[in-house]
């Protein structure tokens, strides 16, 4: 089925809003296990009540919407109502944000690969994402994960996960919701910049091959990748620079300019320093950049006001300071204005 002219046009228009204004969008989609490992860290209880209250936090911080464009649910939070008896949908669709979700059932063991992994959640997805949009939600997200290490990635896994990508982002567009297609290649390692660049060229180009494949409408759909940076354990740490400039000349290589946007995951650096390099990367000259450069940072814009709130309701203002403070970073990261901290 070839899509409508209508759903051409809501698609591009909801992507292009997604990317528009400097703006850019707020991963707050954690699975339970990844939600509750992060309160584990700092002692918060592991609960429904706990997580709804940190949600409520964050989506009612002043000033969320001068910065952030759209935010990503996960289903548990889709479902849930604000203190007042507003649901998060309507709260954020009422602040100007455009409410998504994350529709993957999360990784397990790709059979036959070892230290590999697939993302699952293709079955039945068609029926969820009419009940998703029926719920207000406009956009989607489905990660797929790619580890680096001796061997690895395969072709098998890289394969594997582009064309579930690439399956459900046929299937969002044809309901008509924006899929975010998210290949995330960790930082766990101890490899350099050059291995990231490889494997980041081979990942996103088997990717759009696997789209092209599946006949989906790039102008409808927004990019989340990782940047181009070494491992975490590599001894030779990249500069700013070297990471702006390694990361653009990848997707320029495989990223077709007909995608309006790069929302850049933050997967482990800190909040300063990937605001630093999308900062770094907007300044590139615009034949650098034929897309919108955001971003869709989960740790690196929520960590700070976690760590503040702390379970606690007396937190809850000052952790909402710390969160429009990294989204005012992360706006300014657009346009090339961001300041580097300490350094003001
Ligand atoms: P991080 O920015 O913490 O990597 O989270 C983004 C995300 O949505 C991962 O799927």
Redesign the pocket.
Known sequence: MALNETIIHELSTTAKALVAHNKGLL?M??SYSTCNKRFAKLGIPQTNEMRLAYREMLVTAEGLNEGISGA?LFDETARQNLQDGTSFIEALAGKGIIPGI?VDAGTVALALHSGEKITEGLDNLRERLKEYLAMGLKFA?W?GVITIGDNIPTKGCIEANAHALARYAALCQEEGLVPIV?P?ILMDGEHGLERCYEVTEQVLHTVFNQLYKQGVMLEGIIL?P?MVVPGLACPIQASVDEVADATLECFLRTVPAAVPGIA??????SSEL?SARLNAMNLREKSRRPWELS?????????PALEIWNGRDENVLKAQEALYHRVVCNLAARSGTYKEEGKK
């Not at 850049?264 to 650096?269: K, Y």
């Not at 940072?297 to 960590?303: D, P, W, Y």
């Open positions: 991963a989609d954690e990503i994350k997200k990660r998210e995330e989340k990782n850049f995951l933050s997967g482990g650096q990937a971003f869709s940072f989960g740790r690196a814009i929520q960590q």
